[in-house]
C-alpha cells in the first residue's frame, strides 16, 4: 500500500482476526443533545468526550468508525496486523453497552478498511484491495437484522482507484460519496442507491485524510497525522462558497477518524486506540 499504511501502521491502526473482548459496561448517553440538527445555524464547543469503554479492545487498534442513525450497529477497523478488516458490534437500545460480534460476511482475505454506511443502515461502502488496487467497494442489504450481501465494486468506480486508506464518506441517504482520487478530494453523487456515481465536484482543498462531510456539506472534518494526531473542521456558510482555513478540535490526547452522527449533535472518533462519542448543542 502507499506510504499512509506506514503511518497507520506507526500510530497502531491495524486490523484484527475476531478476538475476545473484555465485559461490556454501560455507556453514558446524552439524547438530549442530539436534536432536530440539520436546521441548526450555529452550534456550541463539543462537550468532553465519553469513551466508549465496552469496546476497548486492549491491545488491539481501532479506527474510523461508521453507525446507523439509531446508534444501534457500529462498523469499525480493528487490528493487530494485516490484512486489515472491517468489524461490527451492535447492541439491543442505546441505554445498553454495544456487543462485539463475528466480521461481516462481506469481510474477505484482502485489506478491507474505511467503512462508512448509511443512516438507515441498508448501504455500506468500503475500500478494498481484493481486485488488486485500492476501490470503493459496496454492500447492500434489505433489513438491518440480515447480513450483508455479496460486495462489488460501487457503480461508477469500475476503472476508477482511490489513494488507497485516506478513508471515504458515504451521506446520510446514500447517494453522495466523498474520497480522495489522484490527490484531490473529490464529491460523487448518484440518483438513486442503484444508480452509478458521477463526479460532481472537486475542491480546491487536495488530498484529506478520514473525511466525513456534515449532510448539509456547510462542515467538513478530516483527521491529520502530523503534528500528531489531531482532528481538524473547515466551515462555510452556503455550498457555493469555498471550505475555509483549518481549525483544530481540542480534544484530550490523540484524535483521529470523527464520523458525524446524523443530526450532527455528537460526533464518534478514535482516540488511543480506543472510541469515544462527544456532543454540542445547538445555540441558534
Not at 24 to 36: G, H, L, T, Y
Not at 230 to 255: E, H, K, N, Q, W
Request: proline share 8%; with cysteine; hydrophobic share 40%.
Amino acid at each position: 500500500m502507499k506510504l499512509l499504511i506506514a503511518l497507520l501502521m506507526g500510530c497502531g491502526r491495524v486490523a484484527f482476526d475476531p478476538v475476545s473482548v473484555p465485559v461490556p459496561v454501560p455507556v453514558p448517553v446524552d439524547d438530549a443533545a442530539v436534536d432536530s440538527a440539520h436546521v441548526c445555524a450555529t452550534w456550541g464547543p463539543w462537550g468532553p468526550p465519553v469513551q466508549l469503554s465496552e469496546l476497548d479492545g486492549g491491545t488491539l487498534t481501532d479506527y474510523d468508525p461508521t453507525q446507523t442513525a439509531d446508534r444501534l450497529q457500529l462498523f469499525f477497523v480493528r487490528g493487530v496486523g494485516a490484512p486489515y478488516d472491517v468489524s461490527f458490534a451492535k447492541r439491543a437500545s442505546v441505554q445498553e453497552p454495544y456487543v462485539m460480534q463475528a466480521n461481516p460476511a462481506f469481510d474477505g482475505p484482502n485489506d478491507d478498511v474505511d467503512p462508512s454506511i448509511s443512516a438507515d443502515g441498508l448501504d455500506l461502502i468500503f475500500e478494498s484491495d481484493r481486485s488488486g488496487t485500492a476501490e470503493p467497494w459496496e454492500v447492500t442489504r434489505t433489513s438491518v437484522d440480515e447480513d450483508f450481501g455479496a460486495p462489488q465494486v460501487a457503480r461508477g468506480f469500475e476503472s476508477l482507484a482511490l489513494d488507497g486508506q485516506l478513508g471515504l464518506d458515504l451521506s446520510a441517504d446514500g447517494l453522495v460519496f466523498y474520497a480522495t482520487v489522484a490527490g484531490a478530494f473529490v464529491k460523487y453523487t448518484r440518483a438513486d442507491r442503484a444508480s452509478a456515481f458521477v463526479q460532481a465536484e472537486v475542491y480546491a482543498i487536495g488530498a484529506l485524510e478520514f473525511p466525513d462531510m456534515r449532510d448539509d456539506e456547510l462542515e467538513l472534518l478530516n483527521s491529520v497525522d502530523t503534528p500528531g494526531q489531531y482532528i481538524v473542521v473547515r466551515t462555510r456558510s452556503s455550498r457555493t462558497d469555498p471550505f475555509g482555513p483549518t481549525t483544530f478540535l481540542t480534544f484530550p490526547g490523540a484524535s483521529y477518524d470523527p464520523f458525524l452522527e446524523p443530526g450532527s449533535a455528537a460526533m464518534l472518533f478514535g482516540s488511543n486506540n480506543n472510541f469515544y462519542r462527544a456532543t454540542r448543542t445547538c445555540t441558534d
